[in-house]
């Protein structure tokens, strides 16, 4: 229409009409593309993408391959690096060390003191699910000394493992503490057993020396001599050395065992193993009006609680200081020729937790004025025979879900008949089944409050019901549990402190993070963090290492990494409305010494990885090797994927400049030839 109809193009000259046509043409295909490109046509494209195979290569940085390498370490890294430098032209290569972290950074410090291999394969699966993974290198002595054995990963990554064979198979001379066994915790003045183990190789009809010494400061205390004679050259032998915990707190104790001569290495004859004292062992007075067998029964069911300490004394010739117990329970008491008055009041002023256990003994009217828990009423010297019934809804504490119908089988006790009235904290646990009957008399009953607690057993015979229990079940579960669970509830102290700040634990191996909590509490002892709470750590030789606490949803936490092998002490400390608030405590960082317990080489472990994965095993001037033979593994191949893609047709910028070159062609005709 530009072109035809306007008047201007008709009446230019020949030579310009002879261009019309061609013109009309460019911007015919100009605005009509124009028009097509408004429709937003699409294209569909296929691309495609090559994914290289990865190959993972993993070292073993632990403390174990530092004795394999101390020769020949310089042309190993060497290997190593040639080896990376070869397989990365052609592969995707991923480098790792592990030991006491998975880390992406090859140093060869060779520092690790554990050797975990499954977790680092596990570690390469986890990172490395669904993709294109070849195949894994791993260098190591086939030492672990934590984890499962790694051959149970294999199957779960499916890729062949390389394994590059370090270290030495060699069984060397030597004499070692193989490991000991010990409870980590004991309680002051008792005996407690060591148990060592003694390893020997090549070392028949040689004799050492075992000690034990306790480690006080710089200074070292002899505590046991044990004299060994190796007999063969394949020894082991087990000793069981007894040791008394004389001071609380953490205790340091070194096993040594004499160096033979010629030994390969004496760093496996030397153990050190830390034993925290504890000073906090409850103390329970049993006090009785006469002598009877529950007595002994109970005593043996609270005894099976080591945080317990247990004294039975009879109240005409008890002579002991009261306020010295954390706990008191009163067997037959107060009775007719034992009051017990003056023993009452002060376990009332000095606010002790009591458990009253009835019996023919007690003076009802006396029980009844001690205490306010339970009131009996019309008792005339009559009893009852009584089983117990469990009732439900009680949440002072958990029992086994089968307590109920254990007690519900166990023989009847003799109970006060009179009329029970309970109490306004009382909670009832045990009702009495006379007969038949399911009556509402209380057997036993607890008080729910924060401040002292008391408990009433309303019955005796308890030795009857532990005679019950072992005939029929072998033990005596049932009951050890009732009491148990009763005698801990009494005697747990609440913690009224208004800022608290403490440690997951008092040992922490020299690998392990350090982390703290704190707590503050306002007046009405809700949990708050409105102030900046501080901690400092520090160690034996006075240095102290700041923190300041983060605060949480309502408390204080606080990462303090990793320290060295040394006991420390903190303080917390914390301002809230004026007041100054600190928190002490201790712990101690602990050497491990897994990586100096074996020191020959498994090979034969790293065979099987590699003969059940598919692959190979290389040794140090082999390594060059390992990059042929994973080339020439027909199953480490690049993987193709494809897939399609829509993009708007309006994108491609090709389309633009050919547009614009329609419109600037059109333009230099018509300007060239004097059109408009």
């Not at 080896?83 to 592990?98: A, D, G, P």
């Not at 672990?144 to 493992?161: A, D, F, H, Q, R």
């Not at 007894?242 to 707190?249: D, F, K, R």
């Not at 690998?511 to 306002?522: H, K, P, Q, V, W």
């Amino acid at each position: 229409m530009l072109y035809f109809k306007d008047n201007s193009f008709k009446d230019a000259g020949k030579k310009v009409q002879r261009y019309i046509k061609a013109l009309s043409i460019l911007r015919f295909l100009l605005v009509s593309f124009i028009a097509f490109l408004l429709l937003m046509p699409l294209l569909k494209n296929r691309v495609t993408s090559v994914e290289q195979p990865i190959i993972v290569y993993l070292q073993d940085n632990s403390e174990s391959i530092k004795n394999a390498m101390s020769i020949d370490s310089a042309s190993y890294k060497n290997n190593t690096t040639d080896l990376v430098s070869k397989l990365s032209e052609n592969y995707e290569l991923h480098k790792y060390q592990f030991g006491d972290d998975f880390s992406d950074q090859l140093d060869y410090s060779f520092t690790g003191k554990v050797t975990n291999i499954e977790a680092a394969l596990e570690e390469v699966y986890n990172r490395y699910a669904n993709q294109n993974v070849g195949g894994i290198i791993l260098a190591t002595d086939g030492i672990y000394n934590e984890g499962s054995n790694p051959i149970y990963s294999i199957n779960t990554l499916n890729v062949p493992v390389y394994s590059v064979a370090l270290g030495d198979t060699t069984p060397k001379r030597d004499i070692k503490i193989e490991r000991s066994y010990y409870n980590k915790i004991a309680y002051l003045r008792d005996k407690f057993t060591l148990r060592v183990d003694v390893t020997a190789t090549n070392c028949a009809k040689e004799g050492t020396t075992l000690k034990i010494f306790k480690i006080k400061g710089k200074n070292k205390e002899k505590i046991v001599y044990k004299k060994i004679s190796v007999k063969n050259n394949d020894f082991t032998k087990t000793y069981d050395l007894e040791i008394e915990a004389t001071t609380p707190g953490i205790n340091q104790y070194q096993i040594e065992i004499d160096k033979i001569p010629n030994e390969a290495t004496t760093e496996n004859n030397v153990q050190r193993i830390y034993i925290d004292v504890l000073d906090s062992r409850q103390k329970i007075l049993m006090l009785a009006a006469a002598p009877h067998p529950d007595i002994s029964a109970i005593k043996s069911a609270i005894q099976i609680n080591e945080n317990y300490e247990t004294t039975v004394a009879y109240a005409k010739s008890f002579k002991g200081t009261i306020s010295t117990y954390d706990l008191v329970v009163l067997h037959g008491l107060p009775s007719g020729n034992a009051p017990i008055t003056q023993l009452l009041s002060d376990i009332s002023s000095k606010g002790i937790p009591v458990f009253f256990i009835l019996s023919q003994q007690t003076n009802i009217a006396g029980f009844n004025k001690a205490q306010t828990l339970l009131q009996i009423n019309g008792a005339n010297k009559q009893l009852n025979n009584a089983k117990a019934a469990m009732q439900s809804g009680f949440t002072l504490f958990t029992l086994e879900s089968t307590m109920a119908d254990n007690l519900a089988n166990l023989p009847p006790i003799n109970t006060p008949f009179g009329e029970y009235a309970l109490g306004e904290n009382a909670v009832n646990l045990l009702n009495q089944k006379i007969g038949t009957v399911n009556t509402n008399y209380p057997l036993l009953i607890l008080e729910q409050s924060s401040a002292v607690k008391r408990a009433v057993f309303a019955g005796e015979g308890i030795w009857r019901w532990r005679m019950y229990d072992f005939q029929t079940d072998a033990n005596h579960e049932t009951v050890d549990e009732l009491i148990g669970k009763t005698i801990q509830y009494l005697s747990v102290k609440s913690d009224k402190r208004k800022f608290k700040s403490s440690t997951a634990k008092n040992l922490y191996y020299e690998t392990e993070r350090i982390g703290f909590d704190a707590e503050l509490y306002n007046d009405s002892y809700e949990l708050i963090n409105d102030s900046d709470a501080t901690l400092t750590i520090t160690d034996a030789e006075g240095k102290a290492f700041p923190f300041n606490f983060n605060k949480t949803a309502a408390a204080y936490k606080l990462d303090a990494g990793i320290f060295p092998v040394g006991d420390y002490s903190f303080v917390a400390k914390t301002n809230y409305a004026g007041q100054k608030f600190q928190s002490k405590g201790k712990f101690s960082v602990i050497p491990k010494q897994l990586e100096a317990l074996n020191t020959v080489a498994n090979h034969q472990l790293l065979n099987s990885l590699a003969g059940k994965s598919g692959g190979a095993v290389f040794y140090n001037n082999q390594m060059q090797a390992i990059a042929d033979s994973v080339s020439n593994n027909a199953t480490i191949k690049p993987i193709m994927f494809s897939n399609f893609e829509n993009s708007a047709f309006i994108n491609l910028k090709w389309l633009f400049f050919m547009m614009l070159a329609f419109l600037a062609l059109e333009w230099f005709i018509r300007k060239f030839h004097g059109g408009y």
